[in-house]
């Protein structure tokens, strides 16, 4: 951990080697197969929440809701801001405004921005022949929305003619999904992606394991570096009122603007 909760010691961080650029390819199509199954997850959700629930399938749902309410999950992070003192160290940070992420030796890291109102949705970050894509989503102030979003993961993924499981993970229960998908070169492939949910203070904060640590149990080996990465994300959730579940977009830090503009200014100039 780079940093703890107020008054608590902070941790020195491990250096990682960069991915390379075969990797690179290939997790950005794991992201990309990702994104399509989360498309397909709103409409499936409806039809889920329509249907009756057998009893064994209640019992289930009750067991995984006893299980994330039986501890506090985000005792070693992803933290609100009003849990962290930032300028406690002197750790470089990256700050998307909603969300104020900790980058790691070797990182790289794209950004999903949405086209149309090209706003930041996601921050997409590979670590060797892994990744893990973070989006941050409104809450509500004093129930839980994850056993919603994961029913309507499952009936997707299904619907999709996947399988998709549920496993206790560091963050409470952690969804395992496995979805056939249509590579960009029309080869069949196999999506293979472990699902992270933290919820804070009106925010839940998500995070989809791909690539090796995708394929991987628990937070070691393979898995450490990601798991460290989103435990020491900080949340600065704003005022405004949100539905539950909207995406709350982050904005570009003001070091990468400004690199943009100088890259678009000088493209302009070559031509």
């Known amino acids: 951990m780079i940093f703890g909760r107020k008054k608590r010691n902070d941790a020195d961080q491990d250096d990682e080697s960069a991915v390379d650029e075969e990797t690179l390819d290939e997790l950005e ?74 980058p790691f030796e070797g990182m790289q890291m794209q950004l999903q921005v949405d086209q149309r109102t090209k706003k930041v949705q996601a921050a997409l970050v590979m670590a060797g022949a892994s990744a893990i894509e973070v989006a941050l989503f409104a809450a509500p102030a004093h129930t839980s929305m994850v056993g919603d979003i994961r029913n309507e993961m499952i009936a997707a993924t299904e619907k999709a003619g996947g399988k998709a499981t549920l496993a206790e993970g560091p963050f409470g229960t952690e969804v395992r999904r496995v979805i056939p998908m249509t590579d960009p070169k029309g080869n069949r492939v196999v999506h293979i992606s472990r699902t992270w949910f933290a919820e804070g203070p009106r925010w839940m904060l998500r995070g989809v394991v791909m690539g090796e640590a995708g394929r991987a149990s628990g937070i070691e080996g393979v898995s450490e570096l990601v798991y460290e990465f989103f435990s020491n994300a900080v949340v600065r959730r704003d005022s405004e009122p949100r539905v539950p579940g909207d995406l709350i977009p982050m904005t570009l830090p003001s070091s990468v603007a400004t690199k943009d503009a100088g890259a678009e200014k000088a493209s302009r100039a070559e031509g």
């Open 29 to 102: 199509d794991d992201a990309e197969a990702h994104d399509d199954a989360a498309a397909e997850e709103s409409e499936a959700g409806a039809s889920a929440a329509d249907g009756d629930e057998s009893d064994d399938a209640e019992e289930e749902i009750d067991e995984w809701a006893a299980l994330d309410a039986s501890r506090d999950w985000r005792e070693d992070g992803p933290f609100d801001l009003t849990e962290v003192d930032l300028d406690a160290d002197d750790i470089e940070r990256l700050d998307f405004g909603c969300v104020v992420l900790t």
